[in-house]
């Protein structure tokens, strides 16, 4: 189960995840995505309340990270603790902007 | 031991999910080390789900037990595909910038740094892969 809330203001886009990014839920954020990611230039992804992130959630931010170094910037905030140490654990500390 | 059946598909992915953490709750298994086990179920039942029998379909058995003192989950995937032993696959340099890094074996390898212990076997022409972590 993955919430996805988006708010737009210009070529800012906030998308806040709730819930579980597996494998299942993966696509959905990809697709929600890939509707308007050509029109941002600052594309902020908030973890607040993601409980849950696996290697398919991943590939999608790393596929945001490598969409947005072209044409902007990305950041990931609020992370909880659990999810900051698989950004550590895979390296996606140094490769992602996390605040 | 509790042995759960199911087709080798992703969609069953929250079957799965639902049937270990039932008994990781029942013994009282940390959140973190609930979250850190779901990933790694995750992450080997769809490798099994996406490679194993395709472009077929077939069955696997996933198995749960929990040891008391010290407390320690074990659980094992059954399936009769294509062999595939996760633990020789090599690890990805997550060290390379995001240009470069791609998202293959991520999985396996968050598999090999969340949990204790990783086996593999081949027996009977099944995979057996089991994994190991103190609760």
Known sequence: MLNINKTRDGGKLCVALEGRLDTTTAPELEASLKEELDTVNELIIDLAKLEYISSAGLRVLLAAQKAMMKQGSMVVTNPNDVISEIFEVTGFSTILTIE | ?135
């Not at chain 2, 929250?14 to 709750?25: G, M, P, T």
């Not at chain 2, 008391?68 to 990805?92: H, M, Q, R």
């Open chain 2, 1 to 135: 031991m509790k042995t759960l059946t199911v087709k080798a598909k992703v969609h069953n992915l929250s079957r799965v999910l639902a049937f270990i953490n039932k008994e990781l709750d029942s013994a009282g298994c940390s959140k973190k080390s609930t979250f850190q086990i779901d990933v790694a179920v995750e992450e080997l039942f769809v490798n099994i789900a996406s490679y194993a029998y395709a472009p077929g379909s077939g069955d696997v058995t996933i198995s749960i037990s929990i040891s008391e003192d010290p407390a320690v989950a074990e659980i094992t995937f059954l399936d009769a595909g294509v062999p595939y032993d996760p633990v020789s696959k090599s690890d990805p340099d997550v060290t390379l910038d995001a240009e470069k890094r791609t998202i293959g074996g991520l999985g396996i390898f968050m598999v090999k740094q969340s949990m204790d212990e990783l086996l593999y076997d081949r027996r009977d022409d099944l995979n057996i892969t089991t994994i190991r972590k103190k609760i």
